[in-house]
Antibody, heavy 126, light 107 residues
């Protein structure tokens, strides 16, 4: 069974960079049908999709964060990572990593975020 | 971005009740919609994808329907473990966007 685990600092100072890593265990990070994603949750704003990376290295980011976000992957370590620069208090949230899986139904493809990490709370504060 | 409008934001119901939650998309997303359940302090769990296909292990009392811009999640005969927050998410395009959530509480 695939398991995802977030790790990284729980506290970041304003203007600094938030860095988190997600370790994938129990399955391959290299499968073509998986899009390794970051999502955050702020009690006031709900769930926000941050972006994904594929094992090929292709990425997609939320335009609202694109100027500050980067996601990288280390397939040899079965890890993918999130960097969010120039953080402010508004970036305080629970951060989840998740696997967005492409599934074929008839001749169509659908997606589902079917495996999630437990989430890690990151607080931006001086 | 595709906006997802979910209603109601909260709902009180009793064990055994039938409840319906609605999500509307700001543009047509065919049936690229998922429903997720989240309990306090845990990650969301995928219940339904492609608007109506249940994930493995999800009880048949959960039913998703809809296409285009309007979607519903129906839970028939609520069980105690069903009291949670439910989210829809459009998976038609990027960025993925979520509904605001429906908190289902025990009456």
């Amino acid at each position: 069974q695939v398991h995802l685990q977030e790790s990284g600092p729980r506290s970041v100072k304003p203007s600094q960079t938030l860095s988190l890593t997600c370790t994938v265990s129990g399955g391959s990070i290299n499968s073509g049908g998986f899009y390794w994603s970051w999502i955050r949750q702020d009690p006031g704003k709900g769930l926000e999709w941050i972006g994904y990376i594929h094992s090929t290295g292709s990425t997609s980011y939320n335009p609202s964060l694109r100027s500050r976000v980067s996601i990288s992957i280390d397939t040899s370590r079965s890890q993918f990572s999130l960097n969010l620069t120039s953080v402010t208090a508004a970036d305080t949230a629970v951060f989840f990593c998740a696997r967005d899986t492409m599934r074929a139904q008839s001749r169509y493809f659908f997606y589902a975020m079917d495996v999630w990490g437990q989430g890690t709370t990151v607080t931006v504060s001086s | 971005d595709i906006q997802m409008t979910q209603s109601p934001s909260s709902l009180s119901a009793s064990v055994g009740d039938r409840v319906t939650i609605t999500c509307r998309a700001s543009q047509a997303i065919t049936n690229n919609l998922g429903w997720y359940q989240q309990k306090p302090g845990t990650a969301p769990k995928s219940l339904i994808y492609a608007a109506s296909i249940l994930e493995s292990g999800v009880p048949s009392r959960f039913r998703g329907s809809g296409s285009g811009t309007e979607f519903t999640l129906t839970i028939s005969s609520l069980q105690p473990e069903d009291f949670a927050t439910y989210f829809c998410v459009q998976q038609h395009g990027y960025p993925r966007t979520f509904g605001q959530g429906t908190k289902l509480e025990i009456k």
